[in-house]
T-cell receptor
Framework: DSGVTQTPKHLITATGQRVTLRCSPRSGDLSVYWYQQSLDQGLQFLIQYYNGEERAKGNILERFSAQQFPDLHSELNLSSLELGDSALYFC????????????FGDGTRLSIL | DAKTTQPTSMDCAEGRAANLPCNHSTISGNEYVYWYRQIHSQGPQYIIHGLKNNETNEMASLIITEDRKSSTLILPHATLRDTAVYYCIVRNSSNTGKLIFGQGTTLQVKP
């Protein structure tokens, strides 16, 4: 158990819809990372937050947004969903957002029908 | 961050040492080598990391060549549960800790 909790584990929805994925980092970790893993693109970094502030951005679509709340949990919002957004979405955390190891949650599997 | 090259797949007999190579010929002085693995579709799991010295922990050993252009992850006694995709990642100690994953090596441990 990594200590990182992601909910829900599975999500099935339709094109055009909007969903919210939730992540609770390990106790004491201030930084949260979001990654997307699809069959054709592999594991890709989306965005990083540190203590409520955005720190780094990767290949995140404009239809996607994220935030980190004062209690340090984070949410990834995906809107106007397309079939190609079907993927595993992982959240990871570490203490200060630098080169410390990241601890990953078990992911949310998103299926778009 | 430096690019890494890993074999696509490898086999290992159960109980034997698994040696997973990684080339990172463009690595620079402040870049660390990290190893993660992903078992089936679970979240990636941190294994070990190092800068220039060899490192060992309860999971594995990391051997980095003197010129730092390549490294080897060693699982001393592979078990069936070590079957996974292993990712070698090189990144610097910047204040953004993002990980850039390549395709990794699929290690199949066989009985």
């Amino acid at each position: 158990d990594s200590g990182v909790t992601q909910t829900p584990k599975h999500l099935i929805t339709a094109t055009g819809q909007r969903v919210t994925l939730r992540c609770s980092p390990r106790s004491g970790d201030l930084s949260v990372y979001w990654y997307q893993q699809s069959l054709d693109q592999g594991l890709q970094f989306l965005i990083q937050y540190y203590n409520g502030e955005e720190r780094a951005k990767g290949n995140i679509l404009e239809r996607f947004s994220a935030q980190q709340f004062p209690d340090l949990h984070s949410e990834l919002n995906l809107s106007s969903l397309e079939l190609g957004d079907s993927a595993l979405y992982f959240c990871a955390s570490n203490r200060d957002g630098s080169n410390q190891p990241q601890h990953f949650g078990d992911g949310t599997r998103l299926s778009i029908l | 961050d430096a690019k890494t090259t890993q074999p696509t797949s490898m086999d290992c007999a159960e109980g034997r040492a698994a040696n997973l190579p990684c080339n990172h010929s463009t690595i620079s002085g402040n870049e660390y080598v990290y190893w993660y693995r992903q078992i089936h579709s679970q979240g990636p799991q941190y294994i070990i990391h190092g800068l220039k010295n060899n490192e060992t922990n309860e999971m594995a050993s990391l051997i980095i060549t003197e010129d730092r252009k390549s490294s080897t992850l060693i699982l001393p006694h592979a078990t069936l549960r070590d079957t996974a995709v292993y990712y070698c990642i090189v990144r610097n100690s910047s204040n953004t800790g993002k990980l850039i994953f390549g395709q990794g090596t699929t290690l199949q441990v066989k009985p």
